[in-house]
């Protein structure tokens, strides 16, 4: 993928289902006052990369993106040029937000430099002062002075991976910048929507308690900021909504992230019998009938309901309002709906043949899409006979006992999960209170990761001896919480948690036989 991309792409809208990477929102408050846009790129596709387990990324990864060995791309890289990134890199390593790890291997292999984030040497730092909270007198922060002291306990914001995998290579630098602030003050307090100034983004947010809430979104010219948004827009990523206040003068934009609408609303099919109105016979008319008094239509008004109806559908179907409204431009309902049968036709009878419905559909109605040779209407398709009642009965049992299967499944699984913690515990002779402890703690340390979260049990805590023990159930789970980096990590959390230096955390692989995790 390239710039030149962007002449054709046409973003779907986010969804609902859609999975999130969430990132601290220490990330997003502050970051853009102290890193260049370059800087908050590279930072932003690191993150990335680590909350999926890749704690070290190659300069070639951050340019071109990540392929596995079977072709299978999971990103675009972060969409700077290599002058660029290394540029980026050396400063965020001179702030200590970056470690540059050390070159392995013989001393005539040529390897590339590997980047991991900094967490701080004592892990999630809890003890500085937030750094978001600064006054509106305080000093401008200088960029070649600052030095990063790592993370601060973080809250979240739950960016869609969309935007790190794909947004981050696709838009410009200042586009990404406008959606990861738009991101912020929309998913990271929970909002759908939110009135969001051209101040704000330049500037950032100011309490009126004189408590700086952000920095804003690291774009410092206006003109640059509102082609930004303007590029949002163009792409169905962002929806604005002009206010006015009560005076009528311009207010604050309302800005939305567009989500995508699966299903297109079918009408409902006519009754097979309909019985003619009771109506009494009509007297006969007389000779002379004046005409009905009806005004005459505005043929514009009309026009405009039609090209409405047909935005409508567009809409429905999963676009944006600016796009339905363009593809709806000299163009009948009729002849839209008939691109829409020709695209579910072609699902019914080829599943997989098309990957991008919205595409696939504007290029039909830009290109007008003629019906394949063993097309039928949708009301064909209605008539061919299917014997519903037989299918549902089959598909009613079949779901039954796969229910069943996997409820058996399960509940064997369960007991032989509980029966290999109990021995655990017999042996370690695990209390009340070293379950109590774990419990009040692991929600903290694994928040998020329920993959790790239900897979670790508490065997002892030794307090008085500084010690811990910890049962995996999961050989892959056991086998990362073993690498040096997480148990230093598990280490400094459980004992930031309880209060207390722990010296050693010991992990213990508790397996279960045939168990799926």
Not at 158 to 166: C, K, Q
Request: hydrophobic letters at 35%; charged letters at 25%; aromatic letters at 8%.
């Amino acid at each position: 993928m390239n710039r030149s991309t962007q002449h054709t792409f046409q973003f779907e809208g986010f969804h609902k289902n859609s999975k999130y990477t969430y990132t601290p929102d220490f990330m997003m408050d502050y970051f853009p006052a102290v890193l260049t846009s370059a800087e908050i790129k590279v930072s932003d596709y690191l993150f990335r990369r680590a909350s999926l387990g890749d704690h070290d990324v190659s300069l070639n990864q951050m340019q071109n993106g990540l392929v596995t060995s079977d072709d299978t791309r999971l990103d675009y890289g972060c969409g700077l040029s290599k002058p660029t990134i290394i540029k980026a890199l050396k400063g965020l390593v001179k702030k200590s937000i970056l470690h540059k790890l050390p070159q392995q291997g013989g001393k005539q292999e040529h390897l590339a430099n590997r980047y991991q984030l900094n967490y701080g040497v004592h892990g999630w730092n809890t003890d500085l002062e937030t750094p978001k909270l600064i006054s509106k007198n305080s000093p401008i922060i200088d960029r070649e002075d600052f030095v990063f002291e790592g993370f601060d306990f973080p809250t979240f914001t739950p960016i869609p991976d969309i935007v790190y995998d794909v947004l981050l290579k696709l838009l410009s630098t200042g586009g990404y910048l406008a959606l990861r602030y738009i991101c912020r003050h929309t998913f990271g307090y929970k909002k759908r929507e939110d009135d969001i100034s051209i101040n704000q983004m330049l500037n950032g947010i100011i309490s009126k308690t004189g408590v700086r809430i952000d920095n804003g979104c690291g774009i410092k010219g206006r003109k640059t900021l509102i082609n930004s948004l303007r590029e949002l827009e163009k792409f169905g990523i962002v929806s604005t909504k002009k206010n006015k206040s009560k005076s009528g003068a311009n207010a604050t934009t309302t800005y939305k992230l567009i989500f995508k609408s699966l299903l297109v609303k079918k009408a409902s099919p006519p009754s097979k019998e309909i019985e003619p109105p009771l109506v009494k016979k009509a007297s006969p008319p007389s000779k002379e009938i004046e005409p009905p008094l009806v005004k005459n239509q505005n043929p514009q008004k009309t026009a405009i309901q039609k090209q409405q109806q047909v935005v409508v559908v567009l809409t429905e179907f999963g676009y944006s309002h600016v796009m339905a409204k363009k593809l709806s431009s000299n163009r009948t309902l009729e002849y839209i709906q008939e691109k829409i049968d020709i695209l579910q036709f072609i699902e019914n009878e080829s599943p997989n043949k098309i990957q991008n419905r919205l595409g696939w559909l504007r290029n039909a109605i830009e290109q007008d899409y003629k019906e394949p040779s063993n097309f039928k209407p949708l009301a064909e398709q209605k008539k061919e006979t299917f014997n519903w009642e037989e299918w549902h009965q089959e598909t009613t049992q079949i779901q039954a006992e796969k229910r069943q299967c996997e409820h058996e499944s399960l509940q064997q699984a369960t007991d032989r999960r509980k029966h290999v913690i109990e021995k655990a515990s017999i042996k370690f002779d695990t209390t009340l209170s070293d379950t109590e402890s774990w419990d009040g703690i692991k929600e903290m340390i694994f928040f998020n990761q329920d993959e790790i979260f239900n897979q670790v049990v508490a065997l002892k805590f030794d307090l008085d001896q500084k010690n811990v023990v910890l049962g995996v159930l999961n050989q892959t789970v056991f086998e990362k919480l073993s690498h040096h980096v997480f148990k230093q990590k598990l280490k400094n959390d459980i004992g930031r948690m309880l209060k207390i230096d722990i010296q050693t955390v010991v992990l213990v692989l508790l397996t279960v036989e045939n168990q799926t995790s």
